[in-house]
């Protein structure tokens, strides 16, 4: 019976936890091609994972963009 629950478990995909390439500190604004800046803080592990959202404010416009790490 254990060795069937164990089995049963290995099989959940681990997509959730997987690692994603750390956000650049700046980005082109769309709209005015000014530089906008990352807002979101890092986690204190400095760690990123698949599906986060970072937003960044843009210095000229102040338009707030939402990206989805990936
Ligand atoms: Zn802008």
Do not use: K
């Not at 994603?20 to 204190?44: F, Y």
């Amino acid at each position: 019976m254990a060795a069937w629950l164990t089995e049963s478990v290995s099989d959940e995909p681990d997509a959730l936890s997987a690692r994603a390439e750390p956000p650049s500190d700046t980005i082109t604004c769309v709209d005015c091609g000014g530089t906008a800046h990352l807002i979101t803080p890092a986690r204190e592990e400095q760690l990123w994972f698949v599906g986060d959202i970072v937003a960044y404010r843009c210095g000229d416009c102040r338009d707030r963009w939402d990206l989805v790490l990936e």
